[in-house]
């Protein structure tokens, strides 16, 4: 079945503790990318990647970090997490250039 | 920096009756699509359209893509519970673009 998973779907961290969202998918897409959801402002860009070791900002980058080492897998790691942080993590891929994009499940963080 | 509007933010309505959302973008799109997400669910594609002008269905529902390429509507015709959920589009300037999603559009059909 093709998909895009997540994990871990939940998780309540400290400020400062370090950690990572994993994201795979075994669609052989070559773009991914995350997004967060915030209530009233849909869903916001964090990075993309149009292939292995391409990485790109999206619109709100800050706080955040990628890597893309192998087609399948697009970690989203936030070194020092802090409150402003607390949303709803979603990992998409599509065909490059996109076309239409397979989400996964999310992963809501709290950062307390 | 690129801004993609949605409008109206919340639409409540009975069913049967019919629906719109306006996707407004700040600049050309090259392309734009559209997602419906239900509440406690994630985002899944509905539909993209590229050319000026385009008018796509589906079933009830029916999508067009303005003749400047700057806005973009979603119809749905004689609404059911099962059309509840949140409408995305989404746009980009060009197809090798970051993707900009608009801030949707909250859909309640009242039996």
């Known amino acids: 079945e093709a998909q895009v998973t997540q994990n871990p779907r939940y998780l309540i961290t400290v400020t400062g503790k370090k950690l990572t969202v994993t994201c795979s998918q075994n669609m052989n897409h070559e773009y991914m990318s995350w997004y967060r959801q915030d209530p009233g402002l849909g869903l916001r860009q964090i990075y993309y990647s149009m292939n292995v070791e391409v990485t790109d900002k999206g619109d709100v980058p800050e706080g955040y970090k990628v890597s893309r080492k192998e087609k399948r897998n697009f970690p989203l790691i936030l070194e020092s997490p802090s409150p402003n942080q607390t949303s709803l993590y979603f990992c998409?891929?599509?065909?490059?250039?996109?076309?239409?994009?397979?989400f996964g499940p999310g992963t809501r963080l709290t950062v307390l | 920096g690129q801004q993609v509007m949605q409008i109206p933010q919340y639409q409540h309505v009975q069913e049967g009756e019919d629906f719109t959302t306006y996707c407004n973008s700040s600049?050309?799109?090259?392309?734009i699509q559209w997602y419906k997400q239900r509440p406690g669910g994630h985002p899944v594609f509905l539909i993209q359209?590229?050319?000026?002008?385009e008018v796509k269905k589906q079933k009830r529902l029916t999508f067009q893509f303005g003749e400047a390429k700057k806005n973009s509507s979603l119809h749905i015709t004689a609404t059911q519970t099962t059309d509840v959920g949140t409408y995305f589009c989404?746009?980009?300037?060009?197809?090798?673009?970051?993707?900009?999603f608009g801030p949707g559009t909250s859909l309640s059909v009242i039996p």
């Open positions: 998409a891929s599509s065909s490059w250039p996109v076309k239409e994009q397979f």
């Open positions: 989404a746009g980009q300037k060009t197809s090798y673009d970051k993707v900009i």
């Open positions: 600049t050309t799109l090259s392309n």
């Open positions: 359209l590229v050319k000026s002008g």
